[in-house]
């Protein structure tokens, strides 16, 4: 089994590596997630300002579970296992379901907050109601009024009734049988894709300047323009590579749209941005000084304008779409030391997009001028459009979203296709140690190969082209990537390369005599830039791993040693949780959680908020033990005897007059700030009533009265007593073992988040951890689900939710 993993987290640009074609085709290159927005005007003007962290990925990577792949023949039961998903991302053989009319409303949540819920079907007890009214109300035949207030008061769901109507509107796909998987879908229908409202052009007082005078830039080249100027504060803007790709591109543009004055930009180092970004920072300013009425209103208008792309109709049932929304023009980031950031991503139009629909379904219209490229109606594949973006020729994909029923299915065969390893796992062991001194050289680089992915959880790796990051996986390790280590008669190799998404992966792991010898015999006669199995490649090997188990890939072992990992190290922490608080199980489940991303190398650079994070926590642990000091001092005040108690009369040794003094004084301002904030949000809601507003004395009334609380508690200060009000003894002994319970809580809260800084936990999470593993460990450990898995994760994995507690993978 995979040992833990000292894999260490360093800015590409640390590693010696040369840009090589050798490497691995790097299966995604995160333009949807780190690519540069439109100047924040142009979001604004679409009511949209939407958050980079938001998007959706257009195109899944070896790390995100298959959406098309091969379904099982049968629908499966909790117990049966299921077929493995394909290695294509794009387009394996999907799943056909009959039809389920009576299970035809779904409700899926966006990942958004913005959707709309579908409409509920009446319960039956509501329809009793509403029948028992109407009657009531032929009887009696009250005035309009009265009987409009009747109507008002009849009661409203409880949030837990809401969510028992929820659950059963879901579609139990995993419930079904005898499914015919020939074809995914019967019938398709769909709105398409959104697109991005139209460049605004800025205002004409604000314009960049070219060897300190302003320009005159043709709309098309100012767009561009902005694309930089909004990162022009950004790590980006001061990144060689960036600063090239964005100019040569722009540079083009200018060649075609050139400044209306005929200035000859040449020198990127000429140009001022400065007044463009100022204007985008002001833009910004404007939207965050908006009321809570004015949010409102533009949320309410985008809402109105996505409400139909984002439900598609699916053999009769409403499921929610993934990523509706075409990305905007903009300057591509990519993910780490990537050769192409900086490059200028073009607007998508009808004429770059594939639709995928029903025969019978109408064609929809796009929201901009133009044809679509394409109309098909493709039963195999789950996507509802495709198009290739411009900067690396990626093909983007628009699939439903995570919690609908045909990603659902894909998910939980994948997951089945580990769970199957688990009967064939020792054989296939067995059979590559045994070739490890095979003659052929082809078998013994195989078997090598197959030991590293199977035991460090190595990817695989796949050809890439000259233009993309030079990362590199198993199969495409170079020989400078590895060095070889004799110490005492104990053999290390160490890995030095950069893995997916140019994250470093750094290990020294001790190996048998053999691997060893091998990796030495192939290193033989070659250069540090040479292929260290070069008789070996992905689809090479993934067609063996096909003789040893049906639909077997390397992935698969990753995704196998991840759970079988995270299992084991959950079932080993169990024993010491009996008596455990809820913090301390959270802390055992992320630690498992870690140590799983360790071995699978997903790791990421420390956040730049992150000290300003743990701070406010430590504030927050001062905090919590100033108020357990005015209960001890209210308690002293009550009856002095509690000043013998050990229990009471211990002091908070890092709690100094200074910090009371700066405590009490930034609570001060805290409480004037939502004194302020309510006020104005009462008044609001006020205007929206037709009534009118509350005078300033009542803001000045609550004001005094907060700094008269203050200043009794300056006087309190140094004298060792404090007002208890109305507090019994009884409650304020309460209360401080309540403060005590809490200020623990925190403080293993700040070594949980100092140990997790450099580990990204979500993608194992997401992509690797079978969450019936979590579910069955929530259940046995008494754990709220919700404190493991994010809302999103709960509407991904429903099938899941529900499995007994005594389930192990």
Avoid at 30 to 48: E, I, L, Q, T, V
Avoid at 252 to 277: N, W, Y
Avoid at 498 to 519: E, M, P, T
């Amino acid at each position: 089994m995979p040992g833990a993993v000292e894999a260490t987290t360093v800015p590409a640009s640390s590693v010696n590596g040369k840009k090589k074609g050798r490497g691995t085709k790097a299966s995604d290159d995160g333009s949807d997630y780190d690519d540069a927005s439109p100047p924040p005007k142009r979001a604004a003007a679409n009511g949209k300002g939407k958050k980079p962290a938001k998007k959706k990925p257009k195109v899944e990577s070896d790390d995100e579970a298959d959406d098309e792949s091969p379904p099982p023949k049968k629908a499966p039961s909790r117990k049966r296992k299921v077929k493995e998903e394909s290695d294509d991302d794009e387009d394996a053989k999907p799943l056909k379901k009959k039809a389920a009319p009576r299970k035809s409303k779904v409700k899926q949540e966006s990942d958004d907050d913005d959707d709309k819920p579908l409409k509920k079907a009446a319960t039956k007890k509501a329809s009793t109601s509403k029948a028992k009214k109407e009657a009531d109300t032929k009887e009696t035949k009250p005035k309009r009024g009265k009987a409009k207030k009747e109507e008002s008061d009849s009661p409203k769901k409880t949030k837990k009734q809401k969510e028992e109507e929820e659950q059963a509107e879901i579609y139990r796909w995993w419930e079904q049988q005898n499914q015919d998987n020939t074809v995914k879908w019967t019938t398709l229908e769909h709105s398409g894709v959104i697109f991005p409202p139209p460049y605004e052009p800025l205002p004409k007082d604000v314009k960049m300047k070219y060897n300190g005078k302003p320009v005159n830039l043709s709309v098309e080249a100012e767009e561009v323009a902005g694309f930089y100027a909004a990162l022009l504060e950004s790590d980006h803007a001061q990144d060689a590579t960036f600063n090239k790709n964005f100019f040569h591109d722009w540079k083009e543009v200018l060649k075609q749209h050139p400044p209306l004055d005929g200035t000859q930009i040449t020198s990127l180092e000429a140009c001022d941005f400065r007044p463009m970004f100022e204007h985008f920072e002001a833009e910004k300013a404007k939207k965050k000084a908006m009321t809570q009425a004015e949010k409102k209103e533009l949320k309410a208008q985008r809402d109105e304008a996505e409400a139909k792309y984002k439900f598609c109709l699916l053999d009769g049932r409403k499921e929610q779409v993934g990523n509706f929304r075409v990305e905007p023009p903009g300057l591509f980031r990519g993910r780490g030391d990537h050769p192409r950031k900086g490059a200028l991503k073009h607007r998508v139009r009808p004429e770059d997009i594939i639709l995928n629909i029903g025969k019978d379904a109408p064609v929809p219209v796009p929201n901009m001028p133009g044809q679509w490229k394409g109309i098909q109606h493709d039963q195999t594949v789950t996507w509802l459009a495709t198009w290739t973006e411009n900067v690396n020729q990626n093909h983007k994909y628009v699939f439903l979203a995570a919690g609908s029923s045909l990603k659902g299915q894909s998910d939980m065969q994948k997951f089945e296709k580990a769970r199957e390893l688990k009967n064939h796992v020792d054989r296939i062991r067995g059979n590559y140690e045994n070739d490890l001194k095979s003659k052929v050289m082809a078998e013994r680089q195989r078997a090598t190969a197959m030991y590293f992915i199977d035991k460090l959880a190595l990817r695989a790796g796949n050809e890439k082209g000259e233009d993309e990051a030079d990362t590199v996986g198993c199969c495409s390790l170079r020989c400078e990537h590895v060095t070889l280590e004799n110490d005492k008669g104990e053999y290390y190799i160490t890995f030095d390369f950069l893995g997916k998404d140019s994250i470093r992966y750094y290990n020294r792991v001790q190996v048998d005599q053999q691997i060893f010898k091998n990796v030495r015999i192939f290193k033989e006669n070659k250069n540090d830039d040479d292929s260290l199995f070069d008789r070996v490649n992905t689809s090479s090997l993934n067609k063996h791993l096909t003789t040893e188990m049906k639909g077997l890939t390397a992935k698969v072992f990753r995704t196998y040693n991840a759970s079988i990992t995270f299992q084991r190290l959950l079932d080993e922490s169990g024993p010491s949780l009996k008596n455990a608080t809820l913090q301390e199980k959270l802390n055992a489940y992320n630690d498992a959680n870690r140590m799983v991303a360790v071995l699978c190398n997903h790791q990421r650079s420390v956040p730049k908020t992150f000290e300003q994070s743990m701070e406010k926590m430590r504030r927050k642990v001062m905090g919590l033990k100033y108020d357990r000091m005015k209960l001890r001092h209210a308690l002293f005040n009550l009856d002095s005897k509690y000043k013998k108690d050990k229990k009471y009369n211990a002091m908070e040794s890092d709690i100094d007059d200074d910090f009371v003094e700066s405590w009490e004084d930034e609570c001060k301002a805290t409480d004037i700030e939502k004194a302020e904030k309510k006020f104005a949000k009462e008044n609001e809601k006020l205007a929206e009533e037709g009534k009118p507003a509350q005078s300033d004395k009542v803001l000045k009334e609550r004001i005094k009265d907060i700094e008269d609380k203050y200043k009794a508690l300056k006087k309190e200060r140094g004298t060792g007593k404090a007002d208890p009000g109305k507090k019994t003894e009884e409650k304020i002994k309460d209360n401080i073992e309540k403060l005590d319970q809490r200020i623990k809580q925190t403080k293993l809260q700040i070594t949980d988040k100092d140990a997790g800084k450099e580990i990204a936990l979500g993608t194992s999470k997401i992509n690797y951890l079978d969450p019936r593993i979590t579910a069955s460990w929530a259940k046995i450990h008494e754990v709220p689900i919700t404190k493991m898995f994010s809302k999103t994760l709960v509407q991904k994995f429903p099938w899941a939710m529900e499995v007994d507690e005594d389930w192990k993978f």
